[in-house]
C-alpha cells in the first residue's frame, strides 16, 4: 500500500447527480461534492436520460477537482478510483466510468466498479473527518433496509459484501411511489421531499390507505396504494372539490412507513441481526427515520441527510473494503445498467 491511510476517490453519476468524493480508510469523508441536476429535470417531472448524460459530461471533470481540492488532496495522495458501475442509466454511468478510466490510466490508480446499492449501503459507515467521537460501524449481521428511487429491498448482510437479499419490492420501488403520489397531487418533483413536506400540514388518519403486508414474504408492494390514492383523486374531482393534498400526502406517507417499518423489523427479529441499516433516498424521510430512531429494540443507523440521496462518498466507502480484498477491475469494465446486488 501506497499509504498507511488508504484513500478512495468515489464517483457517481447513475442518475440525476454528478458526484465525487475522497474517502480515507472507508468512512472517514475527506470531501464530498454533489452537483444536483434537479432543477434542470423539474420542468420534465421527471429524470430526461439524454439531458442527464449531457450535463454529466459538462460537469463531471470539475466535480473530481472540486473533490480533490475540497480534501487538499491532489491525485497522486490517491490508492484508487472507485465508480459506479451499475443499476442506473446507461447514459448516464457511462459519463462516470469513463471518467474514472481517465483517472486510472493517467495516474496508473486502480479501477474498482461499484454497485449502487451497495454503495447505499455504505453510506452508513461515512462520518465528516473532523468528527470528534467517529461514531461506531455498524455490527454484522445487520438487515438493510434499502429504500430509493428505484429499488426497496431488504439485505441480510452477514459481514462485509455479504449480501442475501431476502425480498424487494413486487412493483413500485418506495421512492417511485412517493413521486407517483406526489404527481397526482399536483406536488413538484421530486416527490419525497414535496409530500413530506405537504404531510407536515395534513392528517395521516384523514384517508385509509392499503397496507401490503404480503405476510409470509420479505417483499413490498405499493402498487396498491398508489392505485388507491388515484381513486381518490378521481373521486373528489368528479365532485368538483379541492384535492385535500395535505391530508392525502400523510395518509400515504403514513402508509407506506407503516409496511417499511413493520416488516423490517420483523425479519430483524426472525434472521436475529445485531443491527439494523436503512439506506437510500427515501431514508431522507422524516417520519420513516423517526419511526426507526423511536424504536430501541435493535440499533440503526440512518445516513445524515446528505448522504441518503445519490453521492459519491459512499461510493468511496463502499470501494475501500473492496480495495482491501484486492479488487482490481480491467480498463475495458462496462456499465451494467441492471447490476443486481446479490
Ligand atoms: O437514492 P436516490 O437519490 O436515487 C436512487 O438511487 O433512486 O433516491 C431518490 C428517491 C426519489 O424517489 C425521491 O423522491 C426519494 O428518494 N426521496 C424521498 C425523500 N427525499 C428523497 N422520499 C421520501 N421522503 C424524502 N424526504
Ligand atoms: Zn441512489
Redesign the pocket.
Known sequence: MANEKVRILGIES??D?TAAAVIQNGREQLSSVIATQIEIHKKYGGVFPEVASRQHIRTIYAIIEQALDQAHLSLADIDAVAVTRGPGLAGSLVVGLNAAKGVALARDLPLIGIN?LEG?IYSAWVYPADTPNPPPAPQFPLLALLV????TELNLITDHLHYRRLGATLDDAA??A??KVARLDGLPY????S??KAAAEGNPEAFAFPRARLDGTWNFSFSGIKTAVLREVRKIEELNRPIPVNDMAASFQAAAVDVLFTKTLKAAREFGVKEIVVA???S???ALREAFLGQDEFPVHIPPLSL???NAAMIGAAGYYHYILGQRDPLNLDVNPTWPLS
Open positions: 447513475s442518475c447527480e449502487h447505499h430509493s428511487g428505484g429499488h421512492g417511485e412517493f413521486d421530486p416527490g419525497g421531499p409530500v413530506q437510500g433516498g427515501v431522507a424521510n422524516k441518503c440521496t445519490d
